[in-house]
């Protein structure tokens, strides 16, 4: 049930990739199907089995966690992946397609705006020559994390990417030079940022790229906080 809901509310997303959304639909369809055809079928049975007071205890409790669980997941809206995860699993740690051009075509015809936070740090891995972001406009949208490496001037527009589901979501991130950044952004905090690329001016941080802002906007958390 709390599997159909969260689909019903455009909330399973935030556990999968959308092409498992209809399959996973489906076996939760055929799961509560079969677990009510079980029940209704031992109702009928022409000789129902004798349970001792131990085994009523315990269907009963399994009953109630199993509610519970369901309705947990109902009550409780489900919430995106944070920047602990993104710690955790090393940003931009993941690996680089090689045979996938269509950034770099994008860039090089003049359509940059139309990247996003997963098509710029793969250019970003693949060269820091700053001639090459030159003149490229940027315009993402993600959510704060901290750069380790000179955490007062920089942060990350990040974003997860996910595969197969959350358990698979890799962090990928753009470097922002934006110095006394935590006075007006929270980490976690949704933005969007727009600019151009340049040389990066700190003199702390591992990024020889980076994004200097325009503008930096607080946003809502997207309808769809996952690149797929």
């Known amino acids: 049930m709390a599997t159909i809901w969260l689909a019903a509310t455009n909330g399973l997303i935030l556990y999968i990739h959308p092409r498992y959304v209809v399959f ?3 076996m939760a369809l055929l ?3 079969i677990t009510l055809s079980s029940v209704l079928l031992r109702r009928t049975h022409d000789h129902p089995e004798t349970l001792s007071r131990s085994q009523n205890v315990l269907s009963a409790a399994a009953v109630v966690v ?4 369901a309705a947990a997941m109902v009550i409780v809206p489900p919430a995106t992946l944070t920047s602990a995860t993104a710690a955790q699993r090393n940003l931009n740690s993941g690996p680089v397609d090689p045979g996938d051009t269509s950034a770099q075509d994008a860039a090089a015809s ?6 996003s936070v997963r098509d710029w740090s793969a250019l970003l891995r693949q060269t820091t020559d700053p001639a090459f972001f030159a003149d490229k406009p940027v315009d993402v949208v ?3 994390t901290e750069d380790p490496s000179d955490p007062d001037n920089l942060f990350f527009v990040s974003r997860f990417v996910v595969t197969c589901c959350a358990v698979d979501a890799q962090p990928v991130g753009v470097p922002v030079y934006l110095p006394g950044w935590k006075s007006s952004h929270d980490v976690d905090a949704w933005v969007h940022v727009t600019g151009t690329f340049g040389v990066d001016p700190s003199t702390a941080s591992d990024a020889p790229i980076a994004l200097l802002p325009d503008t930096v906007k607080k946003v809502t958390t997207p309808d769809d906080p996952y690149l797929f």
């Not at 199993?66 to 669980?69: D, F, K, S, V």
């Not at 003049?110 to 990247?115: D, K, M, T, Y």
């Open 110 to 115: 003049g359509a940059s705006r139309s990247l």
């Open 66 to 69: 199993t509610l519970a669980i």
């Open 24 to 26: 996973t639909v489906v």
């Open 31 to 33: 799961a509560l199907i």
């Open 142 to 144: 993600g959510f704060v």
